[in-house]
């Protein structure tokens, strides 16, 4: 009896962390747009570094219990997104791209790991990914050439009738850092 309680106890702790762990690896993020009062005054004045006298929006974003904020603008026709941590301190900035504008060798590398990873996929989203550099001035010249660091991508695959989604992160080499499920949205069947 004493040994069966405590292999329930190993049991029920191990199927806890194992629920933590996979939770982690989910991706349910809510954004909520907020007045640039709402702001802290270390990001404005970064974005408006970034921006350039562009209309900037603000956002609120909480993703599990990690909350962060993120400025979006457009500049030169693209579509930007600048996230920062509750302290006011530059995450990263992401520039949405289409996937024709990649690198030959690159497109093929993603193409392939997407194909291993279901037969039929359909990119929804991707975003170059720039890491904060020494200065503003240095992450605006990153910009500019197109060296990013990472490459985001949020992709719906259907596999057996069933659609889900994923958010993967790939080096600038198309090998694959990162692998997130996202909750599922309600209109999927619009999909394929």
Same mark, same amino acid.
């Given at each position: ?14 199927? /806890?962390?194992?629920l ?10 809510? @954004?909520?747009?907020?007045d640039q009062?709402d702001v $802290?005054? $270390?990001?404005?004045?970064?974005i408006?570094?970034? /921006? ?6 603000y956002?609120k ?9 993120? !400025?979006?603008f457009?500049?030169e ?6 996230e920062?941590?509750?302290?006011g ?6 520039v ?6 990649l690198?030959e ?8 790991r997407?194909?291993?990873?279901a037969?039929?996929?359909?990119i @929804? ?6 890491? $904060? ?11 500019d050439?197109?060296t990013f660091d990472?490459? @985001?991508?949020?992709? /719906?695959?259907?596999?057996d !009738? ?10 600038t080499? !198309? ?13 999927d069947?619009?999909?394929?």
């Amino acid at each position: 009896m004493k040994y069966s309680w405590w292999f329930f106890m190993v049991i029920a702790f191990a199927k /806890a962390n194992s629920l933590q762990a996979q939770s982690s690896q989910v991706k349910i993020e809510k @954004e909520e747009r907020i007045d640039q009062s709402d702001v $802290p005054a $270390p990001i404005i004045a970064t974005i408006a570094d970034l /921006a350039k006298d562009t209309n900037v929006k603000y956002y609120k974003e909480t993703d599990d219990d990690r909350v962060s904020f993120e !400025g979006k603008f457009k500049k030169e026709g693209n579509r930007y997104s600048a996230e920062f941590n509750v302290t006011g301190i530059l995450e990263d900035v992401e520039v949405e791209v289409d996937k024709k504008s990649l690198d030959e060798n690159l497109r093929t590398a993603i193409t392939t790991r997407l194909d291993s990873i279901a037969s039929r996929w359909r990119i @929804e989203k991707m975003q170059e990914q720039y890491l $904060p550099q020494s200065s503003i001035s240095q992450l605006n010249q990153n910009i500019d050439q197109r060296t990013f660091d990472n490459l @985001e991508l949020i992709v /719906a695959f259907k596999t057996d !009738g069933k659609i889900y989604r994923k958010e993967l992160l790939f080096d600038t080499n !198309g090998f694959l850092i990162q692998s997130r499920d996202v909750k599922r949205i309600a209109y999927d069947f619009l999909l394929f």
